[in-house]
């Protein structure tokens, strides 16, 4: 059969096919496939037509192949039994006999979540081994060039070559210590006052974020006296000085009584910040990835609910 022969023909037909060279009878193959004698009849001549042989002829009650029938009766069923391997879905994933290792990206305060998430993992898939990296520019990439398995991010992350899951969504809040004097009579004036810490994560640009813009439409400038690359440094800082952190409340909330930090509701109006669990599109379905999604998922609700 020629490449344009393949193209024409129903693969239907080819199933019917099958079962007829086995069965040498309309009407046992029809009831195989639960379809009306008239219909496999039609079959039968529709194969006849497309591939220019009788194919089975009439002999008493049963039916007898003709030597292009006998070469198909021996190739088909490879054929289709390759077929539907290959058209199959993916080998289920078994946790418990897996050895694999699954890579996530996130920034380092959603480190309240990996106590649970690896206990989660150790109980139901004890060679499996996971490897957390500090979210960077070049995580979207990354993922989406599997080099990675899951990122969390913030919602407003964007790309084709991505599908994403909702974590929660946190307010903006401004953290510092127990009895900062800032919070006493708490306003813009207040916030501006005293100096700040800001968080920058692999040193990237020095382009005004979400506080700054909307501090300076309000015409209100702070002072960043300090800053540093990782979020879980903030909290000793803030303990033991009279800095101020703006930042969404996830960042600090679970471990702020812990350092004994305080904090209030920024002063001025910000949208929410949502965080997303993110994976790879051309990986979405794969079993492994689904699984370690929702183990992620699970443990990410601690976030939300602490």
Do not use: C
Request: charged share 25%; glycine share 6%.
């Amino acid at each position: 059969m020629n490449e344009v022969q393949l193209r024409q023909i129903d693969m239907n037909l080819l199933v019917v096919l099958d079962v007829l060279l086995r069965e040498r009878s309309v009407t046992k193959t029809a009831q195989r496939l639960h379809l009306t004698p008239s219909a496999v009849s039609h079959s039968l001549r529709r194969l006849r037509e497309t591939l220019g042989d009788e194919l089975l002829i009439r002999d008493g009650r049963r039916m007898r192949m003709t030597v292009r029938a006998e070469g198909l009766a021996e190739t088909l069923p490879r054929v289709l039994q390759q077929l539907e391997r290959a058209l199959a879905g993916p080998e289920p994933f078994q946790p418990e006999l897996s050895d694999r290792t699954f890579r996530m990206v996130a920034p380092d305060f959603i480190a309240p979540l990996l106590p649970n998430l690896l206990e989660d993992i150790g109980g139901l898939a004890p060679h499996v081994r996971v490897e957390l990296s500090p979210f960077s520019p070049a995580a979207v990439h990354d993922l989406a060039d599997g080099r990675t398995d899951v990122v969390i991010a913030p919602s407003h992350t964007r790309d084709d070559r991505l599908r994403s899951e909702p974590i929660g969504t946190w307010p903006w809040v401004a953290f510092g210590r127990e009895g900062h004097p800032a919070f006493q009579d708490w306003s813009v004036e207040a916030w501006a006052a005293y100096p700040h810490l800001q968080i920058r994560i692999n040193n990237a640009g020095k382009v005004a974020g979400p506080v700054d813009r909307q501090a300076a439409a309000l015409g209100v400038r702070r002072v960043v006296s300090a800053v540093v690359p990782h979020f879980t440094m903030a909290a000793p800082i803030l303990a033991r000085t009279n800095l101020l952190l703006t930042v969404p409340a996830v960042v600090l909330a679970r471990v702020a009584s812990l350092h004994g930090l305080a904090f209030r509701k920024a002063p001025f109006d910000l949208p929410e910040m949502g965080l997303s669990l993110l994976r790879s599109a051309t990986a979405a379905n794969e079993p492994g990835v689904r699984w370690f999604v929702e183990r992620v998922a699970e443990s990410a609700h601690l976030l939300v609910d602490g």
